[in-house]
Nanobody, 122 residues
Framework: QVQLVESGGGLVQAGGSLRLSCAASERTSAWYAMGWFRQAPGKEREFVAAINWSASSTNYADSVKGRFTISRDNAKRTVYLQMNSLKLEDTAVYYC???????????????WGQGTQVTVSS
């Protein structure tokens, strides 16, 4: 059973930056993509970004394009989410995920992390 552990969340002012990290407890198949989702209070969990194993393909939600960057370091079994120009509406719990082969927003997720809180203040 793969465990995903997120870190890097916190409180930041609007316009600021944060970098989230997610480390997998063991080596995963190159078939898996890795990604980030988020869930704001009272809202459904939504796709944020995903990256395939070779980092040759990425996908972003329209709401974060141009502000967020996803990357991964396979040697460290870690995926990152660099978040710049943060907005109040980016406030949410951010979840790391292993996606079943693709970087599409509707790709089934096999494993979830426990989540890390990101709060953007005015």
């Amino acid at each position: 059973q793969v465990q995903l552990v997120e870190s890097g969340g916190g409180l930041v002012q609007a316009g600021g930056s944060l970098r989230l990290s997610c480390a997998a407890s063991e080596r995963t198949s190159a078939w898996y993509a890795m990604g980030w989702f988020r869930q704001a209070p009272g809202k459904e969990r939504e796709f944020v970004a995903a990256i395939n194993w070779s980092a040759s393909s990425t996908n972003y939600a329209d709401s974060v394009k141009g502000r967020f960057t996803i990357s991964r370091d396979n040697a460290k079994r870690t995926v990152y989410l660099q978040m710049n120009s943060l907005k109040l509406e980016d406030t949410a719990v951010y979840y790391c995920a292993l996606l079943r082969g693709k970087v599409d927003a509707d790709t089934p997720v096999d494993y979830w992390g426990q989540g890390t809180q990101v709060t953007v203040s005015s």
